[in-house]
């Protein structure tokens, strides 16, 4: 579980993150939506340590992350927005060496690496040097070594960004799979069909604030919407107004 309350971002004189508060529960997917710029990645870097907030606070699984980085780093794998491969790196060295980070060593680190390369079907790829690789086939590396370790929290962001259909179902699957296995799965995303079609909790973020969350039929409900689309529509827009209103 992942628990973030009242958290604080500034750049400058901008406020990224504007006291953002949010539960992401074991075996469920939530998802954060919204437009580019709403603060959606600045706020999983917060979650998972990559930044430090200016104010509030973020758990894992009960672990401080300011207080306690490396212990709430080790129960989650992260996908970010960049993948950030070693080009003379094969696929199967990136998850090995992702795995030695994470303290594994020996056998369990050749069973891992193994079930994630038949799991991710990277069994063309595995030997192969990163240098070269689709989008895709960068997708499946950043995914293996983010799930080396058997993380309990898994955050993607952006997880389907630039990938053809067929790899858009296939992460999408993961991610169903991942949810079923107990995991706490939180993704960003502006793309509706797929918060649509994964989420069980929607948190919609717009500036920096969270303006609405609840499942999908609930935001429906909230808005006076039949479709999720124009109720996110919406909520944003109604945050902008509210932004700008002296």
């Known amino acids: 579980m992942i628990?973030?309350?009242?958290?604080?971002?500034y750049f400058g004189e901008?406020?990224?993150?504007?006291?953002?508060?949010?539960?992401?529960?074991?075996?469920?997917?939530?998802?954060l939506l919204g437009p580019n710029g709403a603060g959606k990645s600045t706020t999983l870097r917060l979650l998972y340590g990559l930044m430090r907030p200016d104010a509030g606070s973020v758990?894992?699984?009960?672990?401080?992350?300011?207080?306690?980085?490396?212990a709430a780093q080790a129960r989650v794998g992260v996908l970010p927005d960049a993948h950030g491969l070693y080009p003379r790196l094969t696929a199967r060295e990136h998850v090995r060496y992702f795995g030695r980070l994470q303290g594994l060593r020996g056998e369990a680190l050749d069973a891992r690496t193994a079930a994630l390369i038949e799991r991710l079907d990277m069994q063309g790829i595995a030997d192969r040097r990163t240098a070269g690789f689709s989008q895709g086939e960068r997708m499946k590396v950043a995914l293996?070594?983010?799930?080396?370790?058997?993380?309990?929290?898994?955050?993607?962001?952006?997880?389907?960004?630039?990938?053809?259909?067929?790899?858009?179902?296939?992460?999408?699957?993961?991610?169903?799979?991942l949810r079923d296995e107990g995991k706490c799965v939180l993704f960003s995303s502006h793309v509706m069909q797929e918060v649509s079609a994964l989420c069980d909790v929607i948190v919609i973020v717009a500036s920096g604030r969270i303006v609405a969350r609840g499942t999908p039929d609930e935001l429906r409900e909230l808005s006076g919407e039949s479709?999720?689309?124009?109720?996110f529509v919406a909520f944003s827009e109604g945050a902008l107004r509210e932004g700008a209103t002296p």
């Open 144 to 177: 293996a070594r983010a799930l080396v370790h058997g993380p309990n929290n898994v955050l993607l962001d952006e997880p389907t960004n630039g990938l053809d259909v067929m790899s858009t179902r296939a992460m999408r699957q993961l991610i169903r799979e």
């Open 227 to 231: 479709d999720l689309e124009d109720a």
């Open 3 to 9: 628990e973030a309350v009242d958290l604080y971002k």
């Open 59 to 70: 758990r894992v699984d009960g672990i401080e992350v300011v207080g306690d980085p490396m």
């Open 14 to 31: 901008l406020v990224a993150v504007d006291g953002v508060s949010l539960t992401a529960e074991d075996g469920r997917i939530t998802g």
